[in-house]
């Protein structure tokens, strides 16, 4: 029985499809051309994206889609690892299918987040400043904090993944002597069949450690970067940090949902990943929407009840104004439809369909994105000093670079089931 639950587990690693290469193939193409649309920048200069600065005969926005997509993979990562961190802590065996899913999704993303950032830049080298001078007056940027944020997490998310994974390494590199040894024997660096007792502990501290500091990170330190900028009308209140918090645990469930969805169905692993995990995280997806939901109420309340004149602007644009039909489509479309169908098939088991789920998770994820959009860009345009509103149109640069980071970090998760195992061995044949 066990040959059997390691031979499901291991098929990604044992056999591959015609589909793979096809997708592998697509993603590399777009990751091409992303590649090509960045040297362009980095040779011509940010000229020839839409980002500008206030006052310019110009006047726009000076961050744009890389900051949009930047705090979307921020929000993914944060939550990701804590679902697996939740689940080790509270011992929620019936979940652990989707543990190592949530590990590599944190890992993959928080790495497109520090790629963002370093694009969004101009010039890349000066992201060598941040190391030189980090002692000095860096510390009182909010970037400075942000990138140490991004390299704590990054450090901490990877260890956890890495000694969570030696045993089933091990257990390759025995399975497949001749073809992975190159791949697996630097990983297991002193490797011991007896260390499991200790490895176990040290990856419930890590758990322990990881979770708070989600929500310190989640619902501090990045949300900072908008909410303590008092001269920026839209970003100033103490809500960024609970609303970040909230939007990155929505936006970790929702990419958890879909990717397990697609590992499921890609490799059959249905006995594997029951359908009562997709439709108990599909109801704890449902509630978080709704505080998401709140919060929006609440900011739009505040502002337009006793708002300054600037706030006022920002929400007329988002309610009434250019943005309204982007904001009412992510708000309607994306956000209350979905969950107003999460919550029936969580109190109506015979409502729930994995392809509903799985389709409400993405109308998600993707109106998440939308949201930072629409929390980055309207609120630049109207500045409080006397200058014009600005207008913004993101260049065929700036897309590149967005569609290109996504397959990017689609193609590394690919690459990852492919030479590792993305669901624990040990689990998968106790299950």
Do not use: C
Request: no cysteine; aromatic share 14%.
């Amino acid at each position: 029985m066990k040959a059997k639950h390691d031979e499901i587990a291991l098929r990604p690693l044992t056999g591959t499809s015609q589909s793979f290469y096809l997708v592998a193939a697509v993603l590399l193409a777009i990751v091409g051309w992303f590649i090509y649309a960045y040297l362009v920048q980095v040779r011509t200069g940010l000229v020839v994206t839409g980002q500008r600065d206030m006052g310019m005969p110009l006047a726009g926005a000076p961050w744009g889609l890389y900051i949009s997509n930047f705090v979307w993979f921020v929000g993914i990562a944060h939550g990701g690892i804590a679902v697996s961190a939740i689940i080790r802590v509270l011992k929620l065996e019936r979940y652990h299918s989707i543990g190592r899913i949530a590990e590599v999704l944190t890992v993959v993303t928080i790495m497109m987040a520090g790629l963002n950032i370093i694009i969004d830049l101009g010039r890349p080298d000066r992201i060598l400043n941040m190391v030189l001078y980090f002692g000095s007056r860096v510390w009182q940027s909010p970037l400075a904090w942000d990138f140490t944020v991004i390299s704590l997490y990054l450090t901490l998310s990877t260890t956890y993944l890495y000694i969570t994974m030696r045993e089933d390494l091990a257990g390759l590199r025995d399975k497949f002597p001749g073809r992975w040894k190159w791949l697996y024997k630097p990983l297991l660096f002193r490797y011991r069949p007896d260390e499991k007792p200790k490895v176990d502990q040290i990856a419930w501290w890590l758990a322990v450690t990881i979770v708070p500091m989600m929500v310190a990170l989640s619902g501090g330190v990045i949300p900072w970067l908008f909410g303590l900028q008092g001269s920026q009308a839209g970003w100033f209140g103490a809500v960024q940090g609970p609303y970040f918090l909230t939007a990155a645990l929505t936006s970790a469930i929702a990419g958890v949902i879909v990717v397990a969805t697609l590992v499921r169905r890609g490799y059959g692993w249905h006995t594997r990943i029951k359908d009562e995990v997709f439709r108990h995280a599909g109801a704890l997806l449902a509630i978080l929407v709704t505080f998401y939901i709140w919060f929006i109420f609440q900011e739009q309340l505040t502002i337009r009840f006793a708002g300054p004149i600037p706030e006022f602007r920002v929400s007329e644009a988002l309610l009434t104004g250019r943005f309204a039909p982007i904001f009412w489509t992510m708000l309607v479309g994306g956000l209350i439809l979905p969950m107003v169908y999460l919550f029936v098939q969580a109190v109506r088991p015979r409502a729930y369909r994995g392809g509903a789920v799985f389709i409400s998770a993405a109308l998600i994820i993707v109106a998440l994105w939308v949201k930072r959009f629409l929390i980055v860009v309207p609120s630049l345009l109207y500045p409080r000093l006397p200058y014009a509103v600005g207008t913004y149109s993101p260049t065929w640069v700036e897309w590149s670079v967005v569609a290109g980071t996504i397959a990017l970090a689609i193609f590394l998760y690919l690459l990852f089931i492919k030479l590792f195992p993305i669901m624990e061995l040990r689990r998968s044949s106790d299950a």
